[in-house]
């Protein structure tokens, strides 16, 4: 059984699936492993090392042929064709957003899991590239911030005087929100954050930051896998409130709030843009999904009566040499559910493979899938 690593061809890319680190593992579990010459320069991992690691180097066109193409990001049309029928692909591969994307896996019967449908239990905490890629990304926001604000973080007391530590709000204190917490206090600012999860104080607390609660009476806002809920229009408006007072103060808002499936919730209205002062800064990871600032343009880093937005799409690939350590372990783990002494073997009673695969060999079409396309292929 052959796995296969292309490279990764989309604008901004410069992440790689698996590192040298992992395909020893591979190897060493008897599986052949081949890797599309140049495919880990970009994120620091060169071809002899992938070599040294037990894998060999080859064209595209070989590794489109393999039985399992591990990815970064969805494989193009072209490439989808060019695979063989049975065969599987592993990444990212937006299965929510872009559905129609993925009629070329359908139409070649392939098997395709997306790593952003991995179920999020204990078991599959280790191939959670979700999480890995959110702690990338809160971390990067805060280095972005603190490169764009006119002033430092920590507090220094010097002897042309003191100057005071950055005052940075977080909104959403998830995966990406906690790490964004714990990378400004490392540099030293005050944090506070806000998140409609109560649950979410607690971790907030322990990092060294204000947790800000907003009472919403006995609404429910985290559902049983312990995301956020979507709110009503009142209960958005309340946290809101909050929020456009506690940015007048701040240097820096970073927002990651997120509900899955749904377009962000608008946190940073346009008004609260206005009361932050000049030189001020909003870091917004919520651009990819309609952003949780009214002023963010997705992509951009745009200037808004003196204080910054800036809207990254893809921040994991600016720190691709960790990102792909992290993600190619992530990959590396799930792979172990579906290679069996060296030979590919689906289990698709296990709750996990069952929960990320989007496709199975041309069928069985995940239901959220199959109602964004507007058919059902043999649904699940
Ligand atoms: P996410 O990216 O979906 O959302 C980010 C944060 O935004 C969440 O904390 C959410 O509560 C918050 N949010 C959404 N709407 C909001 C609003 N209107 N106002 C304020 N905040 C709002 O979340 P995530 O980082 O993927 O994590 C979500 C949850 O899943 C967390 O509880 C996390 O600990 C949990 N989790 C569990 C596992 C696991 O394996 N068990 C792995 C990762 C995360």
Redesign the pocket.
């Known amino acids: 059984m052959r796995i296969a690593v292309p490279v990764e061809n989309q604008r901004d890319e410069a992440r790689v699936a698996l590192t040298p680190e992992s395909i020893k593992k591979l190897v060493a579990s008897g599986v052949e492993v081949i890797v599309e010459t140049g495919a880990g320069i970009k994120s620091g991992f060169l071809d002899d090392e992938y070599k040294t690691a037990g894998a060999s180097l080859a064209g595209r066109g070989a590794v489109l042929e393999a039985d399992v193409l591990a990815c970064v990001n969805r494989p193009e049309p072209d490439d989808l064709n060019k695979m063989k029928a049975g065969a599987v692909i592993l990444g990212f591969l937006k299965p929510l957003d872009e559905p129609a994307a993925l009629e070329p896996v359908v139409a070649r019967q392939l098997t395709a899991f997306a790593v952003e449908l991995i179920p999020?239990?204990?078991r599959?905490?280790s191939m959670?590239a979700?999480?890995s890629m959110?702690t990338v990304a809160g971390y990067k926001a805060v280095i972005i911030a603190a490169e764009h604000l006119p002033r430092m973080f920590p507090l220094l007391m010097t002897a042309a005087g003191t100057v005071p530590p950055a005052k940075v709000l977080v909104?959403?204190?998830?995966?990406?929100?906690l790490q964004a917490i714990a990378t400004a206090r490392r540099l030293g600012a005050v944090v506070e954050a806000?998140?409609?999860?109560a649950?979410?104080g607690q971790?907030v607390k322990s990092l060294g930051a204000k947790f800000l609660e907003v009472d919403l009476g006995s609404i429910e806002?985290?559902d049983a896998?312990?995301?956020?809920k979507e709110?009503s229009p009142e209960a958005?408006k309340l946290?809101r409130d909050m929020v456009t007072k506690r940015a007048a103060a701040s240097d820096v808002v970073i927002t990651?709030?997120?509900?899955?499936g749904r377009k962000a919730?608008l946190?940073l209205t346009e008004e609260a843009v206005h009361g932050m002062r000049p030189g001020s800064v909003v870091v917004d990871l919520a651009a990819s999904t309609g952003g949780n600032c009214a002023l963010t343009q997705p992509g951009q880093n745009i200037n808004h009566q003196g204080v910054t937005i800036i809207g990254p799409l893809n921040l994991p690939a600016t720190v691709p040499g960790h990102s792909s350590q992290l993600y190619s372990r992530n990959l590396t783990t799930f792979l172990g559910l579906i290679v069996d002494k060296g030979s590919l073997k689906i289990d698709m009673s296990d709750e996990i493979l069952k929960g990320a695969c989007v496709v199975y060999q041309g069928g069985n079409v995940h239901p959220k899938v199959a109602a964004a396309l507007g058919h059902a292929v043999g649904s699940q």
Do not use: H
């Not at 909104?171 to 929100?177: I, K, P, S, T």
């Open positions: 999020r239990i204990t599959a905490q959670d979700l999480s959110a909104l959403g204190a998830g995966v990406a929100g806000y998140d409609v999860r649950a979410a971790d806002t985290q896998g312990g995301y956020a709110l958005l946290g990651t709030a997120q509900v899955p919730p946190m």
